[in-house]
């Protein structure tokens, strides 16, 4: 294990705010992650957690605000060159190909790095095998369940080869024996590809076991952040969030 001290910041986002007309989306959020940590980032149903991945993704630019990526700052770039630079994300509502099969839906993640097609086909069957997709690679994407339509998500946005990878509610919908494979799954891409993570969700046992650190969101604004004990711990966050009856459940 990397001492706390000796990691890297892989990313940085400095008072960042994104308005959409009259809505103040994400309101002054600073926010840091290190090398090889798996972060939380929790916040009820409009909180801006989304939006904060639209901006490090590059799909639209902060109102305000810097983020750095590996040092460089990279605030309103386009998605293809974070995508380029090493952020892979996952998206919310799963966005597959649907003319496509299970591999070439991979592949075209994979051609992010590779050079020519054959060898993005290669890193494509690799990555469906490491996510548990291997034998459905043939398979249209049509025909593929949530589960592994989650696990799909996933091996696309791997094969790009990401340093950073924001996963946007890849447990949402799945029942608690397939959250919990993803849990594993999400555990094993950090572990053994040493990839850094962030990870948006509502299933609060996924985030309470994962994240080495969590960031609290609430209307926008930053409300409290720390290891899983301290903000479980932290009054505010438990009057505006875990009160709430659909986190009591999880
Ligand atoms: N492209 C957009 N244009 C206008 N408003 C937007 C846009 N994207 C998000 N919003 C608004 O910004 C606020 C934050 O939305 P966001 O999707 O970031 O929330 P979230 O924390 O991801 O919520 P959820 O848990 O429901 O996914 C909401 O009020 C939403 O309606
Ligand atoms: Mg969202």
Redesign the pocket.
């Known amino acids: 294990m990397i001492a706390d001290k000796e990691r890297r910041t892989v990313l940085e986002a400095r008072n960042i705010v994104k308005q959409?007309g009259g809505?103040t989306?994400v309101n002054n959020v600073s926010m840091h992650v290190n090398e090889g940590e798996i972060v939380g980032l929790i916040?009820a149903?409009?909180?801006?957690?989304?939006?904060?991945f639209n901006m490090i993704a590059g799909v639209f630019p902060p109102t305000s605000g810097r983020i750095s990526f590996m040092g460089q700052e990279i605030q309103g770039l386009p998605c293809h060159k974070m995508c380029r630079l090493g952020i892979g994300r996952t998206y919310?509502i799963v966005k597959p190909f649907v003319n496509l099969s299970v591999l070439d839906n991979t592949v075209v993640g994979a051609l992010n790095q590779c050079k020519d097609v054959k060898s993005a086909r290669e890193k494509a069957r690799k990555t469906l095998d490491f996510v548990g997709l291997g034998h459905r690679m043939d398979v249209s994407s049509r025909n593929l369940n949530l589960p592994e339509l989650k696990r799909l998500e996933l091996a696309r946005a791997l094969a790009t080869e990401p340093k950073l990878l924001l996963l946007d509610?890849v447990m949402a919908g799945l029942n608690p024996t397939d959250s919990g494979r993803v849990i594993e799954l999400v555990r094993r891409i950090r572990d053994e590809r040493g990839i850094t993570i962030i990870v948006?969700e509502?299933v609060m046992k996924a985030i309470m076991t994962l994240s080495n650190r969590i960031y609290v969101?609430n209307q926008g604004s930053l409300v409290a952040d720390g290891t899983p004990e301290e903000v479980s711990k932290n009054p505010e966050v438990i009057k505006s969030y875990f009160g709430e009856k659909r986190y009591a459940k999880n």
Do not use: R, S, Y
């Open positions: 959409f809505l989306a916040g149903n409009g909180a801006g957690k989304t939006t904060l919310q509610e948006i509502h969101l």
